[in-house]
């Protein structure tokens, strides 16, 4: 799936400070969302950034510490954050206004099994995951909740956006059915053995051997024939068998031989088994059929959820209050 890069807006100073003073205060307004200081504080997540960098580069970590330019770079950083975060709710408003966004009680209930899952691997409390996240500089459980929550909402509705544009719609699915019947037809085989000899003395006692056998190599052995069949025929191959002799392969009884004659020739014939083919119904092939259109859409859905992505955005309200 591909990401949308959209500028949610136009230029932000890299030299922007922030000066919020509360941890309400909203920092941007998205279609009428407000996001605040304290959700872009957690989403940005400095102090586990910084903790990571201390660990594996000490110069670097003090440059951004302790320099301006580096308080400049971190400020650019968190910007950087802020677009992020604005396209991942402006990407759940727009699987709203589809009406394919996924309920809030599946979303909480698959942040619940993934909580539940930590839990039983670290064999902790939530009180003990609560102060291993703080330790590890990921903030308070219920930040690592709502951090998860905000992502996998996002990643439902990214899921299901596509869906929506892959989906065929009914008269897609019945247009690909009426077009493509044979692709859901299976025809009709016969199992058989069959027989073609020069005379009726011969074409009897193969068809008395045939009564106790059903390997026709056994009895082609036995009379030195090397050209029979015996295995599998798609009803009505003339390729395999000529069409007046299908005549008496249709009306042979299962598992009785029979001795004919077509003209010239004599044939012995036994009818081992029949599967009966048959065309599928719509309803019975519509999961099929589904999926091969699905695979056709592909590249169609990539570029139609971008532009109806580009065209939400286009409309949309957002409005930043960082203070400078």
Known sequence: MKRFRVALFLILSLSLVVQVFSQSDVVAVVNGRAITIDEWNREANVQKLLTEIKATNEVFYDVLVNTQEGQKLLDVYKLKVLDVYIRKILFIQFAESLKVAPKDEDVKRDVDTEIAKMLADLKMTEQQLNDYLIQLGMGKLEDYKQRLYLQRAYSLSLANVYLYYLRPTEEEIARYYEQNKAKFTTPTTYELILFRVRDQATAESIRQDLIKTNVGAEVAQKYGITDFIDGTVVQDDTSKIPQAV???????????????????????????????????TLEQAREEIIKELTAQRQQVANEAVKKAFDEFVSRSKIELRIKK
């Not at 029979?258 to 010239?264: D, E, K, M, P, Y």
């Not at 020739?265 to 065309?279: A, C, E, P, Q, W």
Request: charged letters at 25%; hydrophobic letters at 45%.
């Open 246 to 280: 299908w005549a008496y392969i249709k009306n042979a009884v299962r598992g009785v031989p029979i001795a004919f004659t077509v003209g010239s020739d004599r044939y012995v014939l036994k009818v081992k088994n029949v599967r009966i083919g048959g065309t599928k």
